[in-house]
């Protein structure tokens, strides 16, 4: 009988996309959702549904009952309070592996947790992993940099600009950042649950040593726009400024905004690279998509659905 893989997060951007390469491969699937609502990537997938919450435990008991391996893919972006950050990331992730101690646990984290002095959000990812690398079953954690696709609003937001002719960018001189589209991260992923390697914390990205610069991306983007956008460099003070007014709006009970002091810190940090090519060299990875051919497929995709 295929294995039984217990999934999170599988509403975001990421986990459709992450259903579908479990599916591929074979696996059966439980899936941790919120609340009812269809996903693309099921049709013709037979999968159970779980309904509730990652903090409650008799939800998550339900999920994790006689799983052969659980990949947990939730987690929480923007906050309130910094606090949220933890409760979400770190104690939903405890809860999890508490709940299903021999199961194979695949956990995808992010490389902000390479510096958790940055952010709440970095800080409560880094700690995530921490549980992760403590439990008694097998475990292997992966950190994904910036992961763009079919589905994804924040690059979304990128294209848009660029196809009015500007391609913003912090005012960071030398900053790179490493990037994946997002059916090679999920492939690598379901690919890591076949052929697990060793347990640890790997890194991963598309292939490009020494990532990219922000003049890459609106190279990339321009090209499959049609366009030549001028940079724009927006200085810290602007950014920041946006985000003060965020974080009190915040405290008056305002709507959830990701611009914060914390995001701030993050976005002008100069080096979000892979450092690390141990999961590419164990598995075998070879990305299928360029930056240049991957934003392609993702403005293609864009077009054809009205997005763009």
Same mark, same amino acid.
């Given at each position: 009988? %295929?294995?039984?893989?217990?999934?999170?997060?599988?509403?975001?951007?990421?986990?459709?996309?992450?259903?579908?390469?479990?599916?591929?491969? @074979?696996?059966?699937?439980?899936?941790?959702?919120?609340?009812?609502?269809?996903?693309?990537?099921?049709?013709?997938?037979? &999968?159970?549904?779980?309904? #509730? *919450?990652?903090?409650?435990?008799?939800?998550?008991?339900?999920?994790?009952?006689?799983?052969?391996?659980?990949?947990?893919?939730?987690?929480?972006?923007?906050?309130?309070?910094?606090?949220?950050?933890?409760?979400?990331?770190?104690? !939903?992730?405890?809860?999890?592996?508490?709940?299903?101690?021999?199961?194979?646990?695949?956990?995808?984290?992010?490389?902000?947790?390479?510096?958790?002095?940055?952010?709440?959000?970095?800080?409560?990812?880094?700690?995530?992993?921490?549980?992760?690398?403590?439990?008694? $079953?097998?475990?292997?954690?992966?950190?994904?940099?910036?992961?763009? !696709?079919?589905?994804?609003?924040?690059?979304?937001?990128?294209?848009?600009?660029?196809?009015?002719? +500007? %391609?913003?960018?912090?005012?960071?001189? $030398?900053?790179?950042?490493?990037?994946?589209?997002?059916? *090679?991260?999920?492939? &690598?992923?379901?690919?890591? +649950?076949?052929? =697990? =390697?060793?347990?640890?914390?790997?890194?991963? *990205?598309?292939?490009?040593? @020494? #990532?990219?610069?922000?003049? /890459?991306?609106?190279?990339?983007? @321009?090209?499959?726009? $049609?366009?030549?956008?001028?940079?724009?460099?927006?200085?810290? &003070?602007?950014? %920041?400024?946006? %985000? $003060?007014?965020?974080?009190?709006?915040?405290?008056?009970? !305002?709507?959830?905004?990701?611009?914060?002091?914390?995001?701030?810190?993050?976005?002008?940090?100069? /080096?979000?690279?892979?450092?690390?090519?141990?999961?590419?060299? &164990?598995? !075998?990875?070879? =990305?299928?998509?360029?930056?240049?051919?991957?934003? @392609?497929?993702?403005?293609?995709?864009?077009?054809?659905? #009205?997005?763009?």
């Amino acid at each position: 009988m %295929a294995k039984l893989v217990a999934v999170t997060g599988v509403t975001g951007f990421v986990g459709p996309h992450l259903v579908a390469a479990l599916a591929r491969r @074979g696996f059966r699937l439980r899936l941790l959702v919120r609340r009812w609502s269809p996903l693309p990537s099921l049709a013709g997938v037979a &999968a159970d549904m779980v309904l #509730g *919450d990652l903090l409650d435990e008799a939800t998550v008991r339900r999920l994790v009952q006689g799983a052969d391996a659980v990949v947990h893919a939730a987690g929480l972006i923007k906050a309130r309070r910094p606090s949220d950050f933890f409760t979400v990331n770190r104690d !939903g992730t405890a809860l999890l592996s508490t709940l299903a101690p021999d199961a194979r646990f695949l956990l995808l984290s992010s490389l902000a947790a390479r510096e958790p002095q940055l952010s709440p959000y970095a800080a409560s990812k880094r700690a995530a992993e921490d549980v992760v690398a403590a439990r008694p $079953g097998p475990w292997l954690t992966v950190r994904a940099p910036a992961v763009y !696709g079919p589905g994804d609003r924040e690059t979304l937001a990128y294209f848009k600009a660029v196809a009015r002719g +500007l %391609a913003p960018q912090p005012k960071v001189p $030398g900053a790179r950042l490493s990037l994946i589209h997002v059916a *090679d991260l999920v492939e &690598a992923l379901a690919l890591a +649950l076949e052929r =697990p =390697p060793p347990p640890s914390t790997y890194e991963i *990205d598309d292939g490009r040593e @020494g #990532g990219h610069s922000y003049q /890459d991306m609106a190279d990339a983007a @321009g090209r499959a726009l $049609g366009r030549q956008p001028w940079p724009l460099a927006l200085p810290r &003070a602007v950014m %920041a400024a946006v %985000a $003060g007014v965020n974080e009190v709006r915040h405290s008056l009970g !305002g709507p959830v905004q990701i611009l914060t002091p914390g995001k701030v810190n993050e976005i002008f940090h100069s /080096d979000w690279t892979a450092h690390d090519r141990r999961l590419a060299a &164990a598995l !075998g990875l070879h =990305p299928r998509l360029d930056l240049v051919t991957g934003f @392609g497929e993702t403005i293609l995709w864009y077009r054809q659905q #009205g997005w763009l």
